[in-house]
DNA sequence: CTTTTTTGTTCTCGTTACGCGTACTTTTTA
DNA sequence: TAAAAAGTACGCGTAACGAGAACAAAAAAG
């Protein structure tokens, strides 16, 4: 696992690595060796430059090629009903209608369920 | 920076230590470290514990508050993956942690079964 | 209740590899 | 063309990682 984005995020900003070291508190030869893939960042080293680069860890790490999410209504939520527009995917396959509808029942009744529960035990 | 995270997610999913250091392929007093504080896992190490908690890296390092994400993709379709900053819900209501979690298992599941049926109709 | 097994905690020890300084080459700027 | 900045590479001292072992506590089995 090498860290082949840490290149590709500090080019995109202009920044050289007297610039980046600095602003993340360390020496030079220790940023150009995460880079180089000669010496693997600590935990708190890789927030750092996740915090300094303006993105998550997991895309520094190559976990997620989406370094940006996108928010969905204007309140900053997405309301999932059986006629949704807008699609929705797991791992990447696009949910059927089917599967959406599936999901919405499945929660409707467990939310149901957990209901009726709370109830009964209230009496 | 210490991973409370860390046994909440293990405690969620009922494990043990050992089963967990047993799937990560390290000692149990190692994972057990981690935990405690006692010492930080390697970016390796950290990445496989979010593939097995099915989570993100991010939210282990509680850089964010929720596990999963709904992402723009290019294709204009939303992605739900593990880190977050936006909500989903169902009748109004927002989705809990489990209840996404409960969604993605069963989604993946149900993808699963369907792929061992054709492939079984296959021979 | 007693025994056995599993689970969690903590320590020591050997070794890895981290982080820095430094020296050097290459590129940019004036 | 000289000087400054940027990037690359290496050696050294040491922090801390990871495994194993030993032990306590809790759970399961008998």
């Given at each position: 696992?090498?860290?082949n984005r840490l290149?590709?995020?500090r080019k995109e900003k202009g920044w050289s690595l007297q610039y980046v070291s600095d602003q993340l508190g360390m020496a030079k030869?220790?940023?150009a060796g995460y880079e180089s893939g000669y010496r693997r960042p600590s935990l708190e080293a890789i927030k750092s430059m996740a915090e300094l680069f303006d993105t998550s860890v997991d895309y520094i790490l190559g976990r997620t090629d989406t370094p940006f999410a996108v928010l969905g209504q204007s309140d900053g939520s997405l309301e999932l009903t059986p006629f949704l527009e807008t699609a929705l995917s797991v791992d990447g396959i696009v949910l059927?209608?089917?599967e959406l509808q599936h999901f919405i029942a499945f929660i409707r009744a467990k939310r149901e369920i957990e209901q009726t529960v709370s109830q009964a035990k209230n009496e």
């Open positions: 696992m090498n860290l290149m590709a995020l030869s220790t940023y059927s209608q089917e």
